[in-house]
């Protein structure tokens, strides 16, 4: 079955590139910029982190993965060595607004104590006497945890009593969320109006300046490689980033959507049907804009969503009743492969199969692979999606690439070229 596919191509000659360009990236002010002007010595420094770590399932609030409260750290230090007062927050997981033990930061604030070396304080929320109370016992130097913003309805609202609350701790203001710079929310964008200064802090300033290379002059051919399961965050993403790619991939659960959209069957694999429109409004546009788009022409199915499953691969014309789609197949892997080796910039965003299984690995692990041997010929590779990311972690392959992006919905709407929120609100060089 597998020998009658050929690899899907919709191309069309490529007119002029579209860009929008990116430059507000660059003329926002960094955190090291502002403590060479200014005595930050006894200043109050809101820091919005990123301190989302995954906890180990067994309920032990053990954190599996500390990346996140590591790439805070550079901030912190520079902070601290400045003689600023350090107020910290951060979201953590989705309690929808209300108080839920299970999802306080105290594993941060422990893991944080231990890594700057130093007792960091948690505040027992993030607004309110208790939160009051600690940020005016910091002295020059010292750090102190809010709790989970996430917590208050009015964090994700942008709500603005909530905002000013939260943004009377603070003098300055400085955003090192990179992975939430795409939202508007109070702690992400709100508080900035409320502040002397507000700046990029280093790993937001790290990511932009890699990320917004790789948006206004790309080295060309560009390919970006679409997976993952959120089909309906990031079909209209492939959308918008037709204008920007050369080539365009498309694996994992986004697959299914599509053959939809193209009258194939697709079994019991996931699809979204109010996104079959937009799949065929992207099949179309790849002929207007002269982007080559590649989707799998072959896939591993299973009879169940299990690691033990029984598989095989079929075209995509010859998806089974009853059966789901759990990876890419070898005729695709060879397609993308091939596809990939002339280009100078891939940006890769979403598994291209249930990676966490091995035997629907191997689509995943092919793109990691070949991303990861493309670095040394001079391409730049880049990595973002905290599934995609714990995919290539788990090939070894994390220092193949050129960049590994902390945000996965941050750097693709950077690439997209849309405005963040909490990248916009900061003040200008
Ligand atoms: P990222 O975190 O990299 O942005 P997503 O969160 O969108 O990626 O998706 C990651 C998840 O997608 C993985 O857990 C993976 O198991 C799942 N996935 C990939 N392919 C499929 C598929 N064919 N069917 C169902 N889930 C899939
Ligand atoms: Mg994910």
């Avoid at 997981?93 to 104590?113: F, I, M, N, T, Y």
């Avoid at 600690?134 to 208050?152: C, I, M």
């Avoid at 939260?166 to 710079?181: E, P, Q, T, Y």
């Avoid at 599509?258 to 079959?276: C, I, K, R, T």
Wanted: proline share 4%; glycine share 10%; aromatic share 4%.
């Amino acid at each position: 079955m597998l020998a009658t596919c050929t690899t899907l191509r919709l191309a069309a000659p490529r007119s002029a590139a579209r860009f929008h360009a990116c430059s507000f990236v660059q003329a926002k002010e960094t955190v090291e910029s502002l403590t060479s002007r200014v005595d930050l010595r006894g200043k109050r420094v809101l820091v919005r982190a990123d301190l989302n770590v995954p906890l180990a399932k067994d309920g032990s609030l053990t954190i599996t993965d500390d990346t996140r409260i590591r790439g805070c750290l550079p901030t912190v230090q520079h902070l601290q060595n400045a003689g600023a007062k350090v107020v910290l927050c951060s979201h953590f997981g989705k309690p929808k607004g209300e108080v839920d033990p299970a999802l306080s930061l105290a594993p941060v604030s422990a893991r944080l104590s231990e890594l700057l070396g130093q007792e960091v304080p948690l505040a027992a929320d993030c607004v309110g006497a208790d939160a009051d109370a600690a940020v005016a016992a910091l002295q020059d130097g010292q750090v102190v945890l809010l709790e989970n913003t996430r917590f208050h309805k009015g964090e994700t609202k942008n709500e603005p009593g909530f905002v000013a609350e939260l943004a009377k701790h603070g003098d300055v203001f400085v955003n090192d969320a990179f992975g939430a710079v795409h939202r508007a929310h109070a702690s992400t964008a709100g508080v900035a109006a409320h502040m002397e200064h507000s700046v990029a802090g280093f790993l937001v300033e790290k990511e932009l300046k890699f990320l917004s290379g790789a948006v206004d002059e790309p080295a060309r051919p560009m390919a970006a490689v679409i997976g993952g399961a959120k089909v309906s965050t990031k079909l209209p993403v492939v959308e918008s980033l037709m204008a920007k790619c050369d080539k365009l991939v498309i694996g994992g659960g986004m697959i299914f959507t599509f053959y939809l959209a193209m009258g194939h069957s697709v079994g019991d694999s996931l699809v979204e049907l109010e996104q079959v429109e937009i799949a065929r409004r992207v099949i179309d546009m790849a002929a207007e804009t002269g982007t080559e788009l590649l989707l799998p022409t072959d896939v591993v199915v299973a009879d169940a969503f299990a690691a033990d499953a029984a598989s095989k691969v079929v075209g995509i014309d010859a998806i089974p009743d009853g059966m789901i789609g759990l990876d890419i197949g070898p005729d695709s892997i060879a397609a993308i492969e091939a596809m990939l080796q002339d280009c100078q910039t891939v940006v890769w965003n979403g598994p291209m199969g249930v990676f966490e299984f091995e035997q629907f690995a191997k689509g995943t692990m092919a793109v990691a692979e070949c991303m990861g041997a493309l670095t040394p010929k001079g391409v730049t590779t880049i990595v973002g999606g905290g599934d995609s990311v714990a995919a290539v972690q788990k090939a070894g392959l994390g220092s193949q690439m050129s960049h590994i992006s902390t945000g996965g919905g941050a750097s693709l709407e950077l690439l997209e070229g849309k405005v963040l929120p909490g990248i916009d609100c900061l003040d200008e060089q």
